[in-house]
């Protein structure tokens, strides 16, 4: 792999998805048009393709650099589940202990429950529709094809941050969009959780042994704990202690993982 970033990618997956999300943000917000995105299946297809703009960006990268053939063969590291059990028990231990301890904690200072928002046996269900149409397909483009060449160029530690930085900034838009859950969520603290989930998720997929359709997995269980332990109050007043307590700590467990890593690393090349 070359040490040069792909601009193009960035270029093509903001003009994909922003593309999408403004017009709606406008429309919406001009009253042109009335729809209530908080309904599961008017946010899900909606979801689905503004958060297809990752792999816009990836599949057109592959195409005009690489050739033809190039999407097909990148298209075939996703079939393999076998990605171990380190990984899996990882996934649903972090992301999902993380949740729960964010959920919970509240309440020994007086916080009421936030009662969880489907039950627990529609969640197999849920899981899926957020690893293949309510995010988790922007893993890949983000995990799955960039950021290999962003830790190439500026390290474990650094490569991720970027990421997930630009990461968060291509979310604006859903701010901007009543009945998405970003207008109840403080920027910085998503920035703090998007930062965290990419040192997470490229450390799921390298404990995968480079299986790329975990990072599509880690994004979705991700994605489908926030229902079952909910860190998100539905009111723009809420002070969102449990959101801010979440994101810290998924900002935290990155750190500790990416430094970990980044120690393995140079004591192995030493």
């Known amino acids: 792999m070359e040490n040069k970033i792909p601009i193009r990618f960035f270029i093509v997956t903001f003009l994909w998805s ?10 919406i917000n001009f009253r042109i048009i009335e729809i209530d995105v908080s309904n599961l299946l ?9 958060a297809l703009g990752p792999a816009a960006g990836a599949f057109f990268s592959l195409y005009t650099i690489n050739g033809k053939g190039a999407v097909k063969e990148y298209c075939k590291k996703f079939i393999s589940i076998k990605f171990g059990w380190k990984a899996w028990i990882s996934m649903f231990f972090i992301l999902g202990g993380a949740y729960f301890t964010a959920w ?15 039950p627990i046996y529609i969640f197999p269900v849920y899981l899926l529709l957020m690893i293949f149409m309510g995010g988790g397909q922007e893993e890949i483009g ?3 094809y960039i950021l290999p060449f962003l830790e190439k160029k500026y390290g474990l530690i650094m490569g991720s941050l ?5 990461w968060s900034i291509w979310h604006i838009p859903l701010w901007f969009i009543p009945g998405t859950t970003q207008v109840y969520m403080n920027f910085i ?3 703090f959780m998007t930062i965290g989930y990419s040192y997470i998720f490229s450390w799921i997929i390298e404990l995968s042994s480079n299986r790329l359709l975990s990072g599509l ?11 079952i332990f909910p860190t998100l109050v539905m009111d723009k007043n809420a002070n969102q202690i449990r959101f801010w307590i979440y994101t810290v700590i998924i900002l935290i467990l990155g750190i500790i993982i990416v430094s970990i890593r980044t120690y393995r690393s140079r004591k192995t090349s030493a």
Do not use: D, K, Q
């Open 42 to 50: 008017i946010a899900l297809p909606i979801s689905l393709m503004g």
């Open 189 to 191: 603290a998503f920035t």
């Open 162 to 166: 970027i990421l997930g930085i630009i």
């Open 142 to 144: 983000w995990r799955g």
């Open 18 to 27: 922003w593309g999408i999300l403004v017009p709606i943000a406008l429309l």
């Open 104 to 118: 919970i904690i509240p309440e020994f200072f007086g916080e009421n429950r936030i009662p969880s928002f489907i």
């Open 217 to 227: 997995v880690a994004h979705g269980i991700a994605n489908g704990f926030a229902v």
